[in-house]
């Protein structure tokens, strides 16, 4: 799918799991949330608020509508997809495209998955 960041190479065993991907310059969505570089360590790139800028309009619309696509396009599929996040969502020139889709496979538990387990009635 256009909108799925493509694996160099994937592994895995008995206890661990192994996916390479090629290195993007533009980073990830939450990158340029945060104007950072991709290369940056964590804590400097993601805890200075004062750097924080929102999207244009016209990146949210065409940003959504990717991610949108793709979303439809697993579920269609029968595919689960329970880590989507702005660190998730790479960027491509003025596409973004979706990461982890592995996770699922893997057995990991969703992004969300603490915030829906407050519910009772949800299981």
Known sequence: ????????FATANESSALVIRPFSEKGTLKDLIYKAKPKDP???KYC???KIQGLELQQI?????QILEVLKFLHEKGFPY????SANVMLDGDTCKL???????????????SYFAQFRKIN
């Open 48 to 50: 200075n608020p004062k």
């Open 61 to 65: 619309k065409t940003y959504g509508r």
């Open 1 to 8: 799918h256009p909108y799925i960041y493509k694996i160099t």
């Open 82 to 85: 329970g880590h989507l996040h």
């Open 99 to 113: 990461l982890d889709l592995e996770n699922s496979l893997l057995g990991l538990p969703s992004f969300y998955r």
């Open 42 to 44: 964590f804590l400097k």
